[in-house]
């Protein structure tokens, strides 16, 4: 039997990755390859080439592509010394744009190369008056909970991604981290459980599509006792519109595999701890997965798996999980 080790921040990438696929619907299939290459060359730490394919896919488009794909290029540039091009890109969103993620650009240890940069302070700036101005209409008094959430969380989150990427699994630099995450953790949590006790899930009206994904994000960190619990809330707040759908599906996958069953929608990857491989939990029904998926907003098997090097094949996973349910 294979030996488990659950993707750290899974739940965040997945929900990057399906957003940028959706989009790349709508660009031209040469764009759409290079994004993925440039996307493929970071998540090996080759930072040049990834900003150089950025750099080809965005000329394709005439750089009208979203603005948190320059984002991701900008952070490319960085990890790469290329300080000038980083700045340039984020000019074009921040000051000259609408990006609005200030809480993720203040905290992204990919910039942190920009920060003596003259330019820096201007760039968080735009940033943070986009935020507000994008937000203006949500709750005053929920907001400045959500932005310390999503701060707190993500802050040694990323770090601990930008570590494991440098020194590997078991360095030491990584269990301080790990433990002031789970820290974090425990304290969202109980400002989530204030939040639900005295709002319910909170509108869409309320807090915005990035409040619901934060919120969600956070009870994703919890246990799996607490992801029971809260499961019918999830459900009527996807029923009112108030979070995507598939924050629904990735709930019930991790409770499934929690309890040693099959997943029904595939959102659940692992790695082998010996051979350091990802693969996909056992999913229930495969064959007809892709199917649920798309009712729940969520991309083909094929194309979520893609950046954890996996190629979908349902009877390969067929007979991987008999193995594995052994």
Request: charged content about 25%; glycine content about 4%; overall charge positive.
């Amino acid at each position: 039997m294979l030996k488990l080790f659950s993707t750290l921040l899974l739940f965040a990438l997945t929900v990057t990755t399906v957003k940028a696929q959706v989009i790349y619907r709508k660009m031209d299939d040469k764009t759409v390859s290079l994004l993925k290459k440039a996307k493929a060359h970071y998540n090996k730490q080759e930072y040049k080439q990834s900003a150089e394919t950025y750099s080809k896919a965005f000329l394709i488009e005439g750089y009208k592509v979203p603005q948190s794909t320059m984002f991701n290029a900008a952070c490319s540039w960085s990890k790469a010394n290329n300080i000038d091009s980083a700045i340039s890109l984020l000019t074009r969103i921040t000051i000259n744009g609408i990006y609005d993620d200030y809480n993720h650009i203040i905290i992204d240890p990919d910039l942190e190369s920009l920060h003596n940069h003259p330019e820096w302070e201007n760039i968080v700036d735009a940033a943070k008056r986009n935020s507000a101005k994008n937000n203006q209409n949500l709750d005053a008094n929920l907001m400045p909970i959500i932005d310390t959430m999503v701060r707190t969380d993500q802050y040694f989150r990323m770090r601990y991604m930008d570590s494991l990427r440098k020194y590997g699994d078991g360095a030491p630099e990584l269990k301080q981290m790990m433990y002031e995450y789970k820290k974090i953790d425990s304290l969202n949590l109980e400002r989530l459980e204030k939040i639900i006790a005295e709002y319910g899930w909170p509108t869409k009206k309320q807090i915005g599509a990035n409040g619901a994904r934060t919120l969600f994000l956070v009870l994703q960190h919890a246990d799996i006792s607490t992801h029971k619990r809260y499961l019918p809330i999830v459900h009527k707040a996807a029923q009112n519109g108030d979070i995507k759908k598939e924050y629904v599906a990735y709930l019930e996958d991790r409770i499934a595999v929690a309890d040693g069953k099959k997943q029904i929608y595939g959102s659940q990857i692992h790695r082998d701890s010996n051979s350091k491989r990802h693969y996909v939990h056992p999913i229930e029904d495969p064959e007809h997965v892709d199917e649920r998926r798309a009712k729940y907003g969520m991309s083909p098997m094929s194309e979520y798996v893609r950046p954890y090097n996996i190629e979908w094949n349902v009877q390969e996973h067929i007979k991987q999980s008999i193995e594995l349910m052994k």
